[in-house]
């Protein structure tokens, strides 16, 4: 069942004073280890030089669900990137804090919160994922500008969905002032069509993918590519994949990042070219 997010409002109009209570609703907590593999991956890739010139190495996974698992890989995973990162989960209910506790060590907290991100300091990664799913999407745009206002300078705030073992993987990525892009990883052999993804798409898209809106179109075109390079699919997937990926960069597909990123099964667009309609 959808859970409507509180209307949080103008989180600059706050003043700055530290909120009563957290914000957001308890989400269903499902969460499976190594889901998050793949956005892991890139945080600690293209976008390791967030975390290595931060001043403060403030990390928080937001919404990290029953389980504290992902929470735990992902400050293993950037510990390569920043041996001193500080990760910290934050669950808005409280037995889930509670239990994750007992994981505790130096440089991985747990503690209880919401939107708000309610830690000491601005963090230079937030992560929120198959969090915002779960709630409407009128109420997207307040979320993102209330977590967009906690963040470090050069921050990123990552809101994203996946499948349960991780093996469909979107995400959109912000700044402190404005979504930056829309990236899609996929496990070769788990899709037909690339198009398939739809059914994870991010909420501010996911209810978009119909004629007329640009997530409709840059999804068709990714079918169409797809379809197009099937004589490199001898070589295997991971040409066609990357074969795809020339072709929408040759029609005008504005993707960043290149051939070492898309051999991985993933893609990166500028948010500019998906971003929702008005209807």
């Keep these: 069942m959808v859970q409507k997010a509180e209307r949080v409002g103008s989180p600059r109009s706050r003043g700055g004073n530290p909120l009563r209570k957290p914000i957001g609703n308890i989400t269903r907590g499902t969460?499976?280890?190594?889901?998050?593999?793949?956005?892991?991956?890139?945080?600690?890739?293209?976008?390791?030089?967030?975390?290595?010139t931060a001043v403060e190495p403030l990390v928080v996974d937001l919404g990290y669900g029953a389980s504290p698992a992902t929470a735990v890989e992902l400050f293993e995973r950037l510990q390569a990137v920043r041996p001193d990162v500080q990760v910290?989960?934050?669950?808005?209910?409280?037995?889930?804090?509670?239990?994750?506790?007992?994981?505790?060590r130096p440089g991985l907290s747990f503690s209880v919160g919401g939107f708000e991100v309610p830690v000491p300091g601005n963090p230079v990664l937030v992560r929120a994922?198959?969090?915002?799913?779960?709630?409407?999407?009128?109420?997207?745009?307040?979320?993102?500008?209330?977590?967009?206002?906690?963040?470090a300078p050069n921050g990123l705030f990552i809101d994203g969905t996946c499948d349960e073992i991780g093996r469909r993987v979107t995400w959109v990525?912000?700044?402190p002032e404005r979504?930056?892009?829309?990236?899609?990883?996929?496990?070769?052999?788990?899709?037909?069509?690339?198009?398939?993804?739809?059914?994870?798409?991010?909420?501010?898209?996911i209810h978009r993918n119909v004629p007329g809106e640009p997530i409709h179109a840059f999804l068709q075109a990714m079918d169409k590519a797809w379809l197009e390079a099937a004589p490199l699919a001898s070589f295997g997937n991971k040409q066609r994949?990357?074969?795809?990926?020339?072709?929408?960069r040759d029609a005008g597909?504005?993707?960043q990042e290149g051939p070492s990123r898309w051999r991985l099964g993933e893609m990166t667009v500028a948010w500019d070219a998906v971003a929702p309609g008005q209807r």
Aim: with cysteine; hydrophobic share 45%; proline share 7%.
């Design 31 to 52: 969460t499976n280890p190594n889901r998050m593999r793949r956005l892991d991956r890139w945080l600690a890739g293209p976008q390791a030089w967030r975390l290595r």
């Design 88 to 104: 910290r989960g934050i669950e808005i209910e409280p037995e889930r804090v509670r239990s994750a506790k007992a994981l505790e």
């Design 129 to 151: 994922f198959n969090v915002l799913r779960q709630y409407e999407e009128a109420d997207v745009a307040a979320i993102w500008a209330l977590v967009q206002s906690r963040l």
């Design 173 to 175: 990525a912000l700044d």
């Design 179 to 205: 979504p930056l892009s829309l990236s899609i990883s996929v496990r070769f052999g788990s899709f037909e069509l690339p198009s398939e993804v739809a059914e994870r798409l991010p909420k501010a898209l």
């Design 241 to 248: 994949w990357t074969g795809m990926c020339r072709s929408l």
């Design 253 to 255: 597909w504005p993707l």
